[in-house]
């Protein structure tokens, strides 16, 4: 009875001693704190959700505004762009238009909302304006854009333009313009489109990106004497109507004004002009030289204006 007593004791020591080598390490701690699996998980998951992932660029998409959102005003940061634009005469380069509208293009069929995108050299305090004129001449839209200057150069613009129309089409002008510190204009372009009620709109290519007038005479800074201004120069003939070269004072007053026709030839992107403009000062007056030519769609409205400085002496 003895010998069998101490065989079962010896028995249970040793499953003793096998349990308690069993037993779990003294590192897992309870659960959540330092050390344990549950923390070693929660950490991997913290370290996956702080890793940076970067998109793929093809698929970053620009937001499209909807036709019930506000008319937003989009301007992006200065972009210096080149100055050196190809004309449609082989061989020959002219300078680029201070005001180059990239989209719509010339007689686009447009419903709203139409986005608008421009390279602009922006006048006074970085100014641009971008009108929408009905067929009318009535002003269907009217935005005073600031950009941010940081380069002098051209500035990329972007902005969405909201209307209305009672019938189901009308001709319309979209024109952008610049002013100078006496709120004399300085260049302008008109773009001549349709406005549709409904539809999709069909976007056309621009055609012309080129300074509208190129002067052989006078030029910027230049002075006149003696009472008369002799101009001489090319133009871009946009539609039939008369050149006409007005003479601009700081305090806006007309100091002499003249329209005059210019034969267009065909083929020819310009067409030469040579004119003389006589005005009266009592002492030397600086003034704008403006060089427009009025829109088909409302004679009030130019489609292209073209300025520089100038000095009259009496």
Request: negative net charge; hydrophobic residues 40%; charged residues 15%.
């Amino acid at each position: 009875m003895l010998k069998n007593a101490i065989s079962k004791l010896a028995i249970l020591l040793v499953i003793g001693s096998l349990i308690a080598g069993c037993k779990p390490s003294t590192n897992l701690t309870p659960t959540g704190s330092p050390g344990t699996i549950d923390s070693v998980i929660t950490h991997t998951l913290d370290a996956l959700l702080t890793v940076e992932v970067t998109p793929d660029s093809s698929q970053v998409t620009e937001a499209v505004p909807t036709a019930n959102a506000l008319t937003p005003i989009v301007v992006e940061q200065p972009t210096l762009q080149s100055t050196e634009i190809s004309s449609a005469q082989p061989g020959q380069k002219y300078p680029p238009a201070l005001l180059q509208v990239e989209k719509p293009g010339e007689m686009s069929r447009l419903s709203s909302p139409i986005l608008v995108t421009a390279n602009v050299y922006p006048g006074n305090k970085g100014l641009v304006n971008v009108q929408l004129i009905g067929e009318d001449g009535r002003i269907m839209a009217d935005q005073l854009l600031q950009l941010n200057t940081v380069d002098s150069g051209w500035i990329s613009l972007a902005t969405q333009i909201q209307f209305e129309i009672n019938s189901a089409g009308e001709s319309a002008l979209i024109v952008v313009s610049t002013s100078d510190g006496y709120d004399r204009r300085i260049a302008q372009v008109g773009i001549p489109v349709i406005l549709m009620q409904i539809g999709e709109s069909e976007i056309e290519k621009p055609i012309f990106f080129n300074q509208p007038a190129i002067l052989s005479s006078p030029v910027n800074g230049g002075f006149a004497k003696n009472g008369s201004l002799h101009i001489e120069g090319k133009v871009h003939l946009f539609n039939e109507n008369p050149i006409i070269f007005e003479l601009i004072s700081q305090t806006g007053g007309v100091v002499a004004s003249k329209a005059v026709m210019v034969k267009a030839a065909a083929g020819q992107e310009y067409n030469p002009f040579s004119v003389d403009m006589p005005y009266s000062v009592s002492k030397r007056t600086p003034v704008r030289l403006v060089v427009r030519q009025p829109s088909s769609i409302s004679y009030n409205v130019d489609i292209s204006l073209y300025s520089l400085l100038l000095f009259l002496d009496p």
